[in-house]
């Protein structure tokens, strides 16, 4: 496992920091922003060559605030821009989004989805003319020579939305992130037998829904860090108590945007940080009230 820098995390009510540790031979640094959207995804990746990649836009009404997060990292354009798949809480905020940002291209699933949100999406991306690739499993995305993008699922006919989702696993240098969308155990299963799966940080599947995050697959991912994307005021259940579990049992420090908004993760392929934006101390206090 790699080397955890500046790391500040949460455990029930335990709290923990870990001594800053340098490096004198680092590369450029790269950005990984989880990004606050409620009850929805919304990823937002700075390469080392200085690439933005924006992974789903979270549910309708996330668009003006993940244009204002762009806004304040003075971002002026996408150079790619990924819909794992058409649920409404992943392309919800994309339509203001594509309005009102330069996109170089999009990567889709390709399926298509009979709701007013998905058409609107699709009408967006006809408006501004935008080129669109269909993901393909085991098809690389290139975009910055520096890291590694490999994608793991995509759609197939007689898959559903979540198991059609595009899982994406980046590497720079010796950290990997796993982003897991929507998928369940089933693909967990399958890519056990296919990939490595091991890696520092894991975008938890399904919003810890009970459909993923099997013991099985988190003890062979190993994840140091696990992040948990919803709201509290969410009527799914998520995250379930079993994920949870899980979670602990395999020891990954676990961050939830609805506890601490958005999380960035600083790393220069050697070592990591991870930012919270809310103090995390702050928040067990009112907890505890």
């Known amino acids: 496992m790699k080397r955890l820098i500046g790391f500040i995390m949460i455990t029930n009510l335990f709290i923990f920091t ?18 606050d959207v409620g009850q929805g995804d919304s990823i937002l990746i700075q390469t080392p060559q200085n690439r933005s990649i924006l992974i789903d836009g979270g549910p309708p009404g996330a668009g003006k605030k993940i244009l204002s997060y762009l806004e304040d990292l003075g971002i002026e354009k996408l150079d790619l821009l990924i819909a794992t798949h058409p649920d409404i809480d992943h392309i919800g905020g994309l339509p203001e989004v594509i309005e009102s940002i330069k996109i170089e291209r999009i990567l889709d699933t390709g399926r298509l989805h009979p709701t007013q949100t998905f058409a609107n999406y699709i009408n967006q991306i006809r ?3 935008i080129p669109v690739q269909i993901a393909e499993k085991n098809v690389p995305i290139e975009l910055d020579a520096m890291i590694d993008i490999e994608v793991w699922n995509a759609y197939e006919r007689y898959k559903n939305n979540n198991k059609s989702s595009i899982v994406l696993k980046l590497s720079y240098g010796e950290i990997d992130f796993l982003f897991m969308s929507d998928v369940g155990k089933e693909q967990e299963k399958s890519f056990l037998e296919e990939y490595d799966v091991q890696a520092e940080i894991i975008k938890v599947a399904h919003h ?31 995250p379930v108590e079993h994920v949870i579990d899980n979670l602990n049992q395999v020891n990954s420090m676990i961050y939830s945007t609805a ?31």
């Open 18 to 35: 870990y001594p800053v540790q340098g490096n004198n031979d680092s590369l450029p640094e790269m950005q990984v922003h989880f990004i």
């Open 127 to 129: 408006n501004h003319n």
């Open 208 to 238: 810890g829904s009970k459909t993923s995050s099997s013991l099985r697959f988190l003890q062979e991912v190993e994840p140091e860090v696990a992040i948990l994307t919803y709201s509290k005021e969410n009527d799914y259940g998520h």
């Open 259 to 289: 506890a601490v908004g958005n999380v960035v993760i600083n790393t220069d392929g050697f070592d990591y940080v991870v930012i919270p934006q809310k103090n995390p101390i702050k928040k067990l206090i009112e907890a505890i009230r």
